[in-house]
């Protein structure tokens, strides 16, 4: 009789019990690493809650579904209620000898509609989503339109009225650089430091829908969201760009703003070295 038992190890490994006789064979526990879209709408936010709807909850539903393990997943960020994601990354041990198409299309069965599974890979066992991440990129869509779009409900932040795009674009080369970014943190909460390094800030335009980017080593809670927020009060010509850099170098908490809604946010990638 031949039993299969979990274990940290590269190579299955055969062993015997010493009263029964019965061979073993040890399968490797292997750490898998997820490339996640999702559409947030539906969600109170990316990490598990008790009864409540979250992405972790489906992707651990869809894998339980799928291998029979009960698997606890690692996330690159968490993403607030109603926040999508294009590159979300989630990391888990398993048990499963699935070749990556299957485990692929596997979990896109079991899935809801709003949430796809678009590549899987083999990874380190040592490997942390959130920790090993060196860079995470947003992107946050806002429809300058005088009229609603049925199509981007949800999905974008309407602002009607016509925006500075120069000033807006000036007011992010302040952010370039290492800098303390509480005053666009709505709390300091899990946070021992609320320094980060911003690697790219700006916004462009495509048609009717501008496009904020930024890239940073980390972001604090609801920072994009409050500095779109302010973004959009210097293009409606609302505050100055001396009083943008102003809340720069104050560093109070949550004098950024106002928080743009969740629905035009997007966790575009998240980066890391070679080992990924």
């Not at 490994?13 to 709408?41: M, W």
């Not at 980017?213 to 779109?228: D, E, G, K, P, Y």
Request: net charge negative; aromatic share 8%; charged share 20%.
């Amino acid at each position: 009789m031949v039993l299969s038992l979990p274990l940290l190890a590269d190579q299955p490994t055969e062993i015997y019990l010493p009263v029964s006789g019965q061979q073993v064979v040890i399968e490797p526990k292997v750490r898998l690493a997820l490339v996640v879209e999702y559409d947030g709408g539906r969600y109170a936010g990316s990490q598990w809650q008790p009864d409540i709807p979250t992405v972790q909850s489906e992707i651990e539903k869809a894998l339980y579904r799928l291998t029979g393990e009960n698997i606890r997943i690692t996330m690159a960020g968490r993403t607030d209620a109603g926040v999508h994601a294009l590159g979300q990354v989630a990391s888990f041990d398993t048990n499963s000898m699935l070749e990556n198409k299957a485990f692929i299309s596997g979990m896109n069965h079991f899935l809801p509609h709003d949430i796809a599974v678009k590549t899987v890979r083999r990874v380190e066992a040592t490997f942390d989503p959130r920790r090993h991440a060196s860079r995470r990129e947003y992107e946050y869509f806002i429809l300058n339109s005088a009229t609603r779009s049925p199509l981007w409900n949800g999905r974008a932040h309407r602002v009607a009225g016509e925006l500075n795009i120069d000033a807006m674009n000036q007011a992010c080369m302040m952010l370039l650089g290492e800098h303390d970014f509480a005053s666009f943190a709505s709390n300091i909460e899990d946070e021992r430091s609320t320094v980060r390094y911003m690697y790219h800030a700006s916004a462009r335009r495509s048609d009717e829908m501008l496009i904020v980017r930024m890239v940073a080593s980390a972001f604090l809670l609801h920072q994009v969201r409050n500095t779109v927020g302010a973004l959009l009060q210097i293009g409606q010509g609302k505050m100055t760009l001396h009083e943008f850099q102003s809340i720069i170098d104050t560093r109070e908490f949550g004098l950024a703003g106002p928080t743009a809604p969740s629905c035009g946010l997007y966790l575009k990638s998240v980066y890391y070295g070679e080992g990924f």
